[in-house]
């Protein structure tokens, strides 16, 4: 008799918040059917076969000795990989310190179980550690923006390897926290970038994945998770308005709702959700910088809801507002207020004074909203954070 599964829904699939504004609409085709497989389905890939027994990995380095050979003879290391000093040669060298698996998707006839391709949960860490540390945190390797795309593409090889052995327990919480933040960051020190570059949707697939796969780890494992209470907060913030979001926060034990900085993330929720963005604006000013990384890609939803109240409450030909209070409620200097302003068809004065109006509202082309430019309330918390300090949750 075949047992029935239960079909497992991760938080991907149904926390409805925005992931990159308009611009993560527009994802690449080529991309967007794999990126919908989650973690249950990936597993359900990999054990096709019928096999019960878990496989256990006895690679001890961060690529399968096999497979950096293929790569090297196919001329396929990437620049990150290769002996240093034999880059411009034909074939770069491959070197064994330096090489990490990359991702292949599961194709039939292909054995992803064999234990010498796999690496055990120390080796994971380790190889994470080194992607992190080595890589990411790096203030020598540019651009950036190439650094995220391999950390990611091998991140991801990591994550199968910890499917395929069913990995648990101590070791995928240290390794789903230290990639739960760097998705986090990237989303933040990436946002509009072009979609060739970055897309905002496909990296919002794989941290809904990492953090409803991590968030489930402290449901059912036995801890303790001394870093629980952080990435309950980020959850939040960065589903910001979704009712299954604060449905999971609303049933964590008493000790963890009544934490400070989840506290806090509650009374945003709740702002947000009563469409009070100048209390959002406020309560978001105590918010560390992994976490305003988290809240960032609401920010400009919060600030044109709160021009449009503004246009309705203030809506008379004489009345003038004075710039720099508005900037202050805003939390932005005085000339991108003023900038954001006039994009959504409000006038600014000679005086620096707002002339509000509700039917000279309009609606910017998406375009011309760089969000990357309104990104001060953010970046003013990094100083003196290092990219390494911020993954490894030392803020």
Not at 49 to 76: A, D, F, I, W, Y
Not at 206 to 227: A, F, I, V
Not at 365 to 380: A, G, N, T
Request: net charge positive; proline share 6%.
């Amino acid at each position: 008799m075949n047992r029935r599964r239960n079909k497992c829904v991760s938080y991907s699939q149904n926390w409805n918040a925005p992931s990159g504004g308009q611009r993560g609409k527009q994802r690449c085709q080529s991309e967007s059917k794999p990126q919908k497989k989650g973690v249950e389905q990936e597993e359900q890939d990999f054990g096709k076969g019928g096999k019960e027994v878990v496989p256990r990995g006895t690679c001890p380095t961060m690529c399968p000795h096999k497979e950096l050979l293929n790569r090297e003879s196919q001329n396929r290391l990437h620049r990150f990989e290769v002996v240093p000093g034999t880059e411009k040669s034909a074939k770069p060298r491959g070197d064994p310190l330096r090489a990490v698996k990359e991702y292949s998707r599961p194709a039939a006839g292909k054995d992803v179980t064999k234990p010498s391709d796999l690496r055990p949960p120390d080796v994971l860490l380790k190889t994470v550690f080194y992607l992190i540390d080595e890589l990411a945190g790096s203030p020598s390797l540019q651009p950036w923006t190439e650094v995220y795309s391999f950390v990611f593409d091998r991140l991801r090889s990591v994550k199968q390897d910890m499917i395929v052995q069913r990995l648990s327990g101590k070791d995928c919480v240290a390794i789903l926290e230290l990639t739960v933040r760097f998705h986090i960051y990237a989303s933040y020190r990436l946002c509009g970038e072009p979609l060739q570059i970055y897309d905002p949707r496909i990296n919002d697939t794989h941290l809904q994945e990492y953090l409803s796969w991590l968030l489930d780890c402290y449901k059912t494992g036995s801890g303790p998770y001394p870093n629980q209470e952080e990435f309950q907060t980020l959850g939040l913030l960065y589903n910001l308005g979704s009712s299954l979001a604060t449905q999971h926060i609303l049933e964590l034990p008493e000790r963890l709702r009544q934490a400070p900085s989840i506290k806090l993330a509650l009374a945003i929720n709740e702002a947000f959700q009563a469409g009070n963005p100048v209390r959002l604006l406020r309560l978001a000013q105590k918010l560390d910088f992994l976490q305003a990384c988290a809240l960032h890609r609401h920010l400009l939803t919060c600030r044109r809801r709160l021009l449009l109240i503004y246009c309705h409450g203030y809506n008379s030909r004489n009345c003038r507002f004075p710039l720099d209070r508005l900037a202050q409620l805003l939390c932005l200097e005085t000339s991108f207020t003023a900038k954001l302003c006039q994009l959504y068809g409000i006038e600014v004065n000679p005086q620096n004074q707002v002339l509000f109006s509700k039917s000279a509202f309009n609606e910017p082309e998406q375009e011309r909203l760089d969000c990357k430019v309104y990104h001060s309330i953010v970046s003013e918390k990094q100083r003196g954070l290092t990219v390494k300090s911020i993954i490894h949750g030392c803020v």
